[in-house]
């Protein structure tokens, strides 16, 4: 098998006396979309935040491309090609939304022109050209998702973090926002996703990736993770496994 | 974002002021409204296009001050190389000071009070070591001779400060339109955010910390060569850390044009206090703070903001038209 993307080999992170994420081990294989789901708190976006820079782990590492990254800034590893989303959306509530999209375009672009022209493209490609002139503090919440996705795709990256986008929208929004996301696929962009929206997770991803109290308890095709009782049993309850299994 | 040409006018409208009045009063008067304004701009840099509130600017604009007033005195050094190495160590320290606290994750309050802090310090090492004149001060010695960096004519130091507003106009200008001012802005908005699109947030905010930390020693520089003469309470005192941020937030935060416009506003507003109320001391800093809430409470973008509203106003899609298109 060919080297992943990624791989991220026992991280944890501890907070004062709560392990967060324990020994947690997952890969990206290029060119691909992996899920990483798992019951609220169970140290999803703790363990995103470790592989995109916001965290040091406490233990273990990160390699992307062949390469150590564990413990490097935010603004090195955009450098090197990995972009990530935030699921509480983090717009620059004053800027336009092409202001905020350029700000993604100048880490390619050193020039104002060009990097205002490469947002624009972008913007377009994520459905905002409507908007592009608008002050990003009066998107919806389903335009304000989309001006995370453009802001990352911006910066060029050859691995993109998303976390939640779908969070938050509404089931029309949600078929809408499918596409942009297979779009970003085709275009050769490996993704790794946190999702809690199992529809898209199901029809998105090839491989996912399941975290219960800070420990991968299952991983595999899509079909396989949501029939194997320890995940049933994380999401619902020791009882409900045994339930799901009778039936 | 403010033209070029807009910014051209109003130099040349302000270069003009010396032909149509020779009043020493009106000069004098312009001449320290230019100076906090450029003082003010200095602070816009980092305050109003990086969001990093310092309380402290009066360390830039001392150490401008000083360097050029001690280069002369003690060293003989002419003043225009002088008045270079002052400017030169003030972005030196605002380079040190934003290392220590940048880097150390001060931000917002904190921020704010270890740059007073800062400036508090370097008064009461000015009141006390010898080198500063300690209590008596430093006195540069009169010589009006454009060699010296001094002039006969009020008029050539008011178009003098004027060059050096102009040049702080153009660089405010340049960086809204730069990378580093988009990475500025950015990082003011959010600082996360910006991180996760490849800024280095410290790196840019020690950038803009160095820019208007020197933009803020050349009007303590030019403070004196006007005035010729300094002690630790006028250079390093509060009240030029309170005058540069109050003339860029009453004017307009991360504008072009705010701080100029705040100063002569504020300025006109003191003096026509002075004239009402004949000399009751500290009357001036009442109107500053009556002013500021004002500012603060009615127009949260200053001058700028309400010059901005008045030729556009903002149109708001409804929340109805928002729903219609999107639900």
Not at chain 1, 108 to 118: E, F, I, S, W
Not at chain 2, 240 to 261: D, K, M, Q, R, Y
Not at chain 2, 275 to 300: H, K, M, N, R, S
Request: one cysteine or more; a positive charge; hydrophobic letters at 55%.
């Amino acid at each position: 098998m060919a080297e992943p993307l990624l791989a991220v080999y026992n991280v944890s992170k501890r907070f004062g006396g709560l392990l967060a994420v324990d020994a947690a081990s997952l890969f990206a294989e290029g060119n691909r979309i992996t899920a990483l789901i798992g019951p609220n708190g169970a140290g999803k976006t703790t363990l995103f935040a470790m592989i995109a820079g916001f965290l040091k782990p406490n233990g273990g590492s990160v390699h992307y491309a062949g390469q150590d990254i564990t413990g490097e800034p935010p603004h090195a590893l955009a450098r090197l090609g990995i972009a990530r989303t935030f699921q509480i959306v983090q717009p620059f509530a004053g800027l336009t939304v092409t202001e905020n999209i350029a700000v993604g375009a100048h880490l390619r672009h050193r020039a104002r022109r060009a990097a205002l022209a490469a947002a624009v493209e972008v913007g377009r490609e994520v459905g905002l050209g409507d908007m592009l002139d608008q002050p990003a503090g009066t998107l919806t919440v389903s335009g304000r998702k989309r001006l995370e996705l453009a802001r990352a795709l911006a910066t060029q990256p050859k691995l993109l973090l998303l976390d939640e986008v779908l969070a938050g929208l509404n089931p029309s929004e949600i078929r809408d926002v499918v596409p942009v996301i297979r779009g970003i696929q085709a275009r050769g962009i490996t993704i790794l996703m946190i999702e809690h929206v199992m529809q898209a997770v199901m029809s998105l991803s090839e491989h996912v990736f399941v975290l219960a109290e800070g420990r991968i308890i299952a991983q595999g095709p899509p079909e396989a993770v949501a029939a194997d009782p320890l995940v049933v049993e994380a999401y619902l309850g020791h009882g409900a496994a045994k339930l799901a299994a009778e039936t | 974002m403010t033209r070029l040409s807009t910014i051209a006018l109003v130099i040349a409208a302000l270069a003009a002021v010396p032909l149509v009045t020779q009043s020493n009063t009106v000069l004098n008067f312009l001449v320290v409204a230019l100076l906090i304004a450029l003082a003010g701009q200095g602070w816009n840099i980092l305050g109003g296009y990086g969001g990093q509130y310092s309380f402290g600017h009066a360390a830039f604009f001392g150490t401008g001050a000083y360097v050029t007033a001690i280069l002369q005195v003690r060293y003989g050094l002419n003043a225009w190389p002088g008045c270079a190495l002052g400017i030169a160590a003030g972005a030196l320290l605002g380079a040190a000071i934003g290392a220590l606290t940048f880097r150390s994750g001060l931000r917002g309050s904190y921020f704010a009070l270890v740059t007073l802090a800062f400036a508090e310090v370097l008064r009461i090492i000015a009141s006390v070591a010898p080198i500063t004149g300690a209590g008596v001060g430093t006195l540069v010695k009169l010589d009006l001779r454009w060699e010296a960096f001094q002039f006969q004519s009020r008029a050539i130091f008011y178009w003098v400060i004027l060059a050096l507003v102009a040049v702080s106009l153009v660089i405010a200008w340049l960086v809204e339109r730069s990378r580093f001012g988009a990475y500025l802005i950015a990082v003011r908005e959010n600082e996360d955010a910006a991180r996760a699109l490849g800024v280095d947030a410290t790196r840019v905010k020690l950038g803009a910390m160095t820019l208007s930390a020197a933009i803020t020693a050349a009007a303590g520089c030019f403070y004196t060569q006007y005035f010729l003469f300094l002690d630790a309470g006028i250079a390093y005192g509060p009240w030029i850390s309170v005058e540069a941020l109050l003339t860029a937030i009453i004017g307009g935060v991360g504008t072009v044009l705010g701080p100029l416009l705040g100063a002569l506003v504020v300025k006109s507003l003191g003096e026509a206090a002075r004239l009402v109320t004949g000399d009751a001391p500290g009357l001036d800093l009442v109107i500053y703070g009556a002013v500021l809430v004002l500012v603060v409470w009615f127009a949260p973008r200053g001058l700028m903001g309400l010059v901005a509203d008045v030729r556009a106003p903002v149109r708001r899609p409804s929340r109805i038209a928002q729903e219609a298109t999107h639900g």
